[in-house]
């Protein structure tokens, strides 16, 4: 099994900025993507970004230029940085991660959601 704690939600004023983490633990031999996903209530869990294993990224329209997503394979840590916060970035923010585990298969694992809440 595999987990995901994130860290680094809270209650920011528009314009601000807040760094989220989330570091990966248990049975794992590779992680391929680690992403960040958010939610509001009574909608759909979208991508916020997402980083591969070679440094490669993928952004939502709606944060590039003030989000930046990056990792640290050693820690099995992935990192969001976001800027320039607005109201409309509020929301559960979802850690993912895929890779292989050491008994030889997939994985694919949700955190538990950390709050961000832009207030204006």
């Known amino acids: 099994q595999v987990h995901l704690v994130e860290s680094g939600g809270g209650l920011v004023q528009a314009g601000g900025s807040l760094r989220l983490s989330c570091a990966a633990s248990?049975?794992?031999?590779?992680?391929?993507?680690m992403g960040w996903y958010r939610q509001a209530p009574g909608k759909q869990r979208e991508l916020v970004a997402v980083?591969?294993?070679?440094?490669?990224?993928n952004y939502a329209d709606s944060v590039k230029g003030r989000f930046a997503i990056s990792r640290d394979n050693a820690k099995n840590t992935v990192y969001l940085q976001m800027n320039s916060l607005k109201p409309e970035d509020t929301d559960v923010y979802y850690c993912?991660?895929?890779?292989?585990?050491?008994?030889?298969?997939?994985?694919?694992?949700w955190g538990q959601g950390t709050q961000v809440t832009v207030s204006s």
């Open positions: 980083i591969s294993s070679d440094g490669s990224t």
């Open positions: 248990g049975n794992i031999f590779s992680i391929n993507d």
């Open positions: 993912q991660a895929n890779g292989s585990s050491y008994y030889g298969d997939d994985y694919f694992y």
